[in-house]
């Protein structure tokens, strides 16, 4: 076990945790942002750089601090760690610094992006970004590509997480897209037109932090904040059949994995549920499911809200500040 | 003349071969160290020598031998770093073109002091005619049986295999180079695990640069201490510089360390001063990575104490004032060079090569060089100059690899010392862009 103290709170971990699990395990305030790091996916993480916090102490044997500062989601804990996050001045400002670069090359086309409402991009740039660019240069553009039947890649919105590749990887029998070019024109593509073909491709959206993957059977349909998520589950031969239905009316607009408060499913589901049982009667549905994440989506939930407490729970603080006082 | 202890026998004809290298007392460290030492005291005289490592950090390379991990039943690797791609440097390719059997003389003995039965030379892909050079060397080495199953008859194993990279700057770097030996996309990994515990195949690996490995024969042969004789303080031994630039004689020198660096420019036996009599204006003392200085920094430290060709004087000062040894890519600037181009080249470069892993790399190399292309060609704005260090400084220590740090720090330097230049060229950009134009302003512009 180790002893380890983020943002002067302190909590005994596993050997082998990471600062971002301890973070997590802690709750609140002090979880850095993820982007590229995806807990069920192994060796994620390391990539956008989002989650960087300054190590103050490295350890009680070893008292002196990190000379740069650490990505958190890779970086494991030593007893007596001390770690600073959201109350380091290095640390917010090298994460604002990394939304700006996450955001010059991005088309910032939220409102015609599905992603919108559930977008890890979006919150970030929400708590950490800032209002104007000073980005002046042509942003960098690619076109469209149909990866199979079910899924749209629209790499100008990518962030280059590696999460799909991942994914791809662990998932599936044969990985057929990956990371082409370098630099700036890295993109993610199947080189050859190919497609992503088996039976749980449809997980790439999932992992998708941003609107770069979106389902073919949900694009336009809806906005995520007018839909009702409800968990349900169906007897599938290939997978567990845990799903979050994401309903209008008696109709089904997409089913997605159930996710947790970081965006991170709990488990995998195959490309049957996902893509194919559209009818409410495919289904046995369980409950409304409880969206805790800060995103919009949970802004318009049908959850009555009880009194006194603000309508919109989990926004970050600059968006409370534009609402109106009650 | 100094010390020569790599280019001694260089331009004897035939070194290239096994026979000449041989008569001039080739490979006699491999006999020397398979046969009367072990491999502990092999490491121990490279620690005593203070060898730093070559190829720009300038680790101390006994240091990084003696941490590599030593689990039983797993096997360890030597790399070679011929990744050599860093512009301005081509130190590496000439030793390797001239003297491939000081290479491999150096495996041998640095794979033993390492107990590894594998190693690897992992060589640019542009440089396949050196990969040819080398093959040769290699065959012929086998053939004479000192590589191979028991070398000389002690009983010790070693194969060498040379592997040519795709020719992408960012596989010079430690980790990205082992992803791409094995077979993988070269991207850096993420730090820890260090490769001295789990490196090449997920087992510990020693990568040390070119000139580094061909040191150790010479240390092995006269002894740690007698290597450490020769440079200053903690600077040991002697370095290949790759002078280029406006100089008269341009070319890879073998320095004793410590010389000074204007006796470096100047003198007839390096250098030989600044070409067709022009003023020194700026050096960029060690690859295109490390900061610029202009001429009087470069002469002098800001203490006004005469700069030495040594690890501590070249970076004595920080980068307020300093720079760096890096890779010894010593490029020289006349006063008829403009550092706004030369900026943007380096700058164009570091975009090209990001590997495009990490957000803060492959986003701030690529904006960095639009902004500095704009400047360039007349287009740029007063405020672009604060934005370009702000972005360097973004970038600067938030990424994976120091690959972003060197795509920052000629950007940051250049600004620091000719924020005049920079200055004109937006606000006269008609006279900036007219075809030979210079900047006329005081040269040693100091805003330190």
């Known amino acids: ?326 | 003349m100094g010390l020569k202890i790599l280019t001694e026998h260089i331009n004897i004809p035939g070194i290239e071969t096994l026979e000449v290298y041989r008569k001039h007392g080739g490979y006699k460290s491999v006999e020397k160290a398979l046969k009367t030492m072990s491999p502990d005291e092999v490491v121990e005289e490279v620690k005593t020598s203070g060898l730093r490592g070559r190829g720009g950090a300038g680790f101390p390379a006994g240091m990084k031998w003696s941490f590599l991990a030593k689990p039983e039943g797993v096997p360890r690797y030597l790399v070679c770093n011929a990744d050599e791609s860093e512009p301005g440097t081509f130190k590496d390719r000439w030793y390797m073109e001239k003297n491939p059997h000081g290479l491999i003389e150096g495996m041998i003995t640095s794979s033993y002091a390492l107990g590894a039965n594998t190693s690897y030379i992992y060589i640019r892909g542009e440089l396949m005619f050196v990969l040819r050079i080398l093959e040769k060397a290699i065959a012929e080495a086998y053939a004479a049986g000192l590589l191979g199953k028991n070398i000389l008859g002690s009983g010790y194993d070693l194969d060498l295999h040379v592997a040519p990279g795709g020719g992408a700057y960012i596989c010079g770097e430690e980790t990205a180079l082992l992803e791409s030996l094995e077979g993988k996309r070269g991207n850096p990994r993420n730090k820890p695990p260090f490769p001295a515990v789990k490196g090449l195949f997920q087992s510990p690996t020693v990568v040390n640069n070119v000139e580094t490995i061909s040191s150790v024969p010479w240390i092995v042969n006269n002894g740690g201490a007698e290597y450490a004789k020769v440079g200053i303080g903690r600077s040991t031994g002697t370095k290949l510089i790759s002078a280029s630039g406006n100089i008269n004689n341009p070319g890879v020198y073998e320095i004793e360390l410590g010389v000074p660096v204007e006796e470096f420019i100047y003198s007839d036996e390096y250098c030989g001063g600044i070409w067709k009599g022009r003023q020194l204006k700026a050096v960029v003392p060690g690859g295109s990575s490390v900061p610029i200085l202009p001429a009087n920094l470069i002469l002098k430290t800001a203490e006004g104490e005469n700069r030495l060709m040594t690890y501590e004087s070249l970076s004595d000062g920080g980068f307020v004032s300093g720079s760096m040894m890096g890779s010894g890519a010593f490029i020289v600037f006349d006063d008829q060079q403009c550092i706004v181009r030369n900026t943007w080249n380096y700058s164009r470069f570091y975009h090209h090569e990001s590997c495009g892993q990490c957000s803060p790399c492959r986003e701030g190399t690529g904006w960095m060089e639009k902004v500095l292309h704009r400047i360039e060609h007349g287009h740029g704005h007063q405020q672009d100059i604060d934005l370009l260090v702000s972005v360097a400084k973004q970038i600067e220590g938030n990424t994976i690899c120091p690959l972003g740090d060197a795509a920052a720090w000629p950007v940051a330097a250049a600004i620091r010392h000719f924020r005049d230049e920079f200055e004109w060229h937006i606000k006269h950009p008609k006279e900036a862009t007219a075809p030979g134009a210079v900047y006329r302003g005081q040269l040693d512009t100091v805003t330190a």
Request: charged fraction near 25%; hydrophobic fraction near 35%; aromatic fraction near 6%.
């Open chain 1, 1 to 326: 076990m180790a002893k380890v103290t983020i943002d002067g709170i302190e909590i005994e971990v596993e050997d082998g945790t990471t600062i971002l699990q301890a973070a997590r395990q802690i709750g609140g305030k002090v979880v850095p942002p993820a982007m590229c790091y995806y807990g069920p996916l192994k060796g994620s993480g390391g990539k956008c750089r989002v989650c960087l916090v300054k190590v103050t102490q490295g350890s009680a044997r070893d008292t002196r601090p990190m000379p740069k500062l650490v990505a958190s989601c890779i970086t494991q804990v030593q007893d007596g760690m001390v770690v600073e996050n959201s109350t380091n001045e290095d640390v917010l400002n090298a994460r604002k610094s990394i939304v700006e670069m996450l955001l010059i090359n991005h088309p910032l086309d939220c409102p015609v992006c599905d992603q919108a409402g559930e977008c890890s991009l979006q919150d970030l740039s929400y708590e950490h970004g800032v209002s104007a660019t000073r980005y002046e240069e042509e942003r960098r553009t690619f076109n469209k590509v149909d990866l199979g039947p079910y899924i749209q890649l629209h790499m100008t919105r990518c962030i280059l997480c590696y999460r799909c590749v991942y994914t791809a990887d662990q998932l599936t029998p044969e990985r057929v897209h990956g990371v082409l070019g370098r630099g700036d024109a890295a993109e993610i593509g199947t080189y050859i037109e190919n497609m992503v073909d088996n039976e749980f491709s449809g997980n790439v959206i999932d992992v998708c932090p941003v609107g770069a993957l979106t389902d073919k059977t949900w694009r336009f349909k809806n906005r995520v904040w007018f839909t009702k998520p409800l968990d349900a589950h169906r007897d599938c031969p290939t997978c567990s059949g845990k799903v979050t239905l994401w309903t209008r009316g008696e109709e089904v607009l997409r089913v997605t994995a159930r996710k947790d408060q970081y965006n991170e499913v709990e488990e995998f589901i195959c490309n049957t549920c996902r893509f194919d049982k559209k009818e409410t009667s495919d289904w046995t549905i369980e409950g409304p499911r409880h969206i805790d994440s800060s995103s919009v989506i949970s802004a318009n939930h049908y959850e009555l809200p009880v009194l006194n407490v603000p309508i919109v729970p989990n926004l970050p603080v600059s968006t409370k500040k534009n609402l109106p006082q009650e």
